[in-house]
């Protein structure tokens, strides 16, 4: 007779030991571990042989391109993000804050999916129909192609879906739906990966288009186990504070297109549509002040003009603060060193707060030397004119590097009433605007 096999998985994150553990060498945390049953152990080996299986292998050049007929959503940020409308039998997860507004976008996409005749099933494992209600009067989102679905027991979903035919299945949220064949609580790794395996067989064989809501960690990241991500065609999360207006919508991992575009968002009181005239939403052009200069981004294909705002001020402590909100603190904590040790800027007695005005995060480097002039700016405390922009990567080295898309930027900028740009290089393309070059931060504080 066969030894029986015991695995043992942790709840918090996923990981599996053959042995029980007290605590878990993965996230640290107790009393975590639960023996899977035969059930489950066989079910994890059905979805690692789905997620790996291929077909014999064949030349690429053999290979038929596969045409998606993409399905608008009537909402043109959105559809951008989705590489230009929904693909049918496609899993796309969306991840977000408490109250940033995926349960609104959700509801207000569905309605316009069912007003284009599309038959659209909302499934809510956090409200009733009357709190759904209330936000589809509010959003104008009431149509006979809307279903509504309170359940958070995996066979009932599934039993509505032989009921009726659906082209679109929203799931809010997959961390309350639970199956009766497990034991383990909703939410759970178990109940998660179960659950996501399940709905992605069904929307590949009714070619079901499913739209799953995910919680997110203190640490920013999905609720759940890492195969979540893995096993959905399609992964969004939603930047922002839920007290600003202005929301980001950014594709982390796409199938059917690209990941480089974002959708900006904006919330009002009929919820959340797209944002308009976006230029004038992250900078101000009134009084200048000390601390604060303009760059120009890329969110994808789009210039986005930054402010950016610095404040430094003398410490009462040994160890200087360090803070950034919407910048990478490690990098903000380098380009202080640099400007240490070339400009011989005595910073290591002084707190310095930088801020990216609009809630927005920004990850590329050309927003360096804006964050470097506001630095210098709040120190010397000398304002910088509200019609200059900076774009630039500073090097370790302090030298200034040239950023790609500059003569996009440049166009952004010069559309915008901005005269003078501080670049490392000159644009190919002539375009209206006086630029400065600078290529080493020195000579950037000789132009200030």
Known sequence: MAKKRTLFECQACGFQSAKWMGKCPNCNEWDQFMELSQDQQQLLKEINRHSSSQKEAMPITKVKEESFERISTNDKELDLVLGGGIVPASLTLIGGSPGVGKSTLLLKIGSNLAKSGKKVLYVSGEESFGQIKLRANRLDANDENLYLLSAIELEKILSELDNESYDILIIDSIQTIYSSHITSAPGSVSQVREITFELMRQSKDRGLATFIIGHITKEGSIAGPRVLEHMVDVVLYFEGDSHKELRLLRGIKNRFGSTS??????????????????????????????????????????????????????????????????????????????????????????????????????????????????????????????ETIFIGEVSLIGDIREVFSLDQRLKEAKAQGFQRAIVAKKPLEKIDIKCYEVDDVQKLLDWM
């Not at 919330?267 to 900078?283: C, E, Y």
Request: aromatic share 6%.
């Open 261 to 386: 575009e974002v959708g900006i968002f904006e919330m009002t009181r009929s919820g959340l549509v797209s944002a308009k005239d976006i230029s004038k939403k992250f900078f101000s052009r009134g009084k200048e002040h000390a601390g604060s200069a303009i760059t120009v981004v890329m969110e994808g294909s789009r210039p986005i003009i930054l402010e950016v705002q610095a404040l430094v001020s003398e410490s009462g402590y040994a160890n200087p603060k360090r803070s950034a909100t919407g910048y990478d603190l490690n990098r903000l904590n380098m380009l202080l060193a640099l400007l240490e040790r070339k400009l011989g800027l005595a910073l290591n007695g002084y707190d310095v707060f930088v801020n990216i005005l609009g809630g927005i995060k920004i990850g590329e480097t050309a927003a360096d030397l804006a964050i470097i002039a506001a630095i210098v700016s709040s120190f010397k405390d000398r304002a910088i004119s509200k």
